[in-house]
């Protein structure tokens, strides 16, 4: 079945450094792709999403490009702020008719001063 | 972009008694609502699919006599957690699709004595 998976956490940073999470999946078809965000004690936000191969999804300074040829879509962002400090969901929108969603087991970034 | 509140944010009850928690699409109609489960640091479990004016789908394992859930409008989906225990404390969390995504709500943390 399709499933998402991606690295584990906690991922600790210093501010300003690079973040990269790796997300894989496995799908039957053409799945679309989307990153969350989920900040302590809330629901999820969409961070970013794409639709099709080589789409690129970015929003506030983040990154991330479905690459078919790999099925992944990893996360990046050049220079992380101890706001991003959060939980990190990987997703894909299983083909079915209802467009549910399959999250990946989540990743905790730390950003410190 | 769309708004979806839940109510109530926290809810404490003791065990035996019935909790219901209320999930409503702010200024778009949603013809699908999900409802999820999180455990502490980990994933989101989808629960059940629920739509619109017909019986929700729920997922491999949730038992549906325990977890009652309605949609009786295109705007409204309530989840009833029946006869509470312990274990059924965790974080609930809804998503109300429209056309083109879902989107969250901000979380009920239930917490059974």
């Known amino acids: 079945g399709d499933s998402v998976t991606q690295m584990e956490g906690p991922v600790t940073l210093s501010e300003e450094a690079c973040l990269t999470i790796?997300?894989?999946?496995?799908?039957?078809?053409?799945?679309?792709l989307f990153w969350y965000v989920q900040y302590p004690g809330e629901g999820l936000q969409l961070l970013l999403k794409?639709?099709?191969?080589?789409d690129k999804g970015s929003n506030k300074g983040f990154e991330a490009t479905y690459r078919k040829e790999t099925t992944s879509f990893h996360l990046e962002k050049g220079s992380v702020q101890v706001s991003d400090s959060a939980v990190y969901f990987c997703a894909l929108k299983l083909t079915d008719s209802w467009g549910k969603l399959q999250f990946g087991a989540g990743t905790q970034v730390v950003v410190t001063p | 972009g769309a708004v979806v509140s839940q109510h109530p944010s926290r809810v404490i009850c003791k065990s035996g008694t019935s909790v219901k928690i209320e999930c409503r699409s702010l200024?778009?109609?949603?013809?699908?609502m999900f409802w999820y489960r999180q455990f502490p640091k980990q994933s989101l479990m989808l629960m059940a699919t629920s739509n619109e004016g017909s019986k929700a789908t729920y997922e491999q394992g949730v038992e549906k006599d325990k977890f009652l859930i309605n949609h009786a409008s295109l705007t409204l989906s309530t989840l009833t957690v029946t006869s509470a225990h312990p274990e059924d404390s965790s974080f609930y969390i809804c998503?109300?699709?429209?056309?083109?995504?879902?989107?969250f709500g901000p979380g009920t943390r239930l917490t059974v004595l």
């Open positions: 790796n997300c894989t999946y496995t799908a039957t078809g053409y799945p679309s």
């Open positions: 998503s109300a699709r429209d056309k083109y995504e879902q989107f």
């Open positions: 794409a639709t099709k191969a080589d």
């Open positions: 200024d778009f109609q949603a013809t699908t």
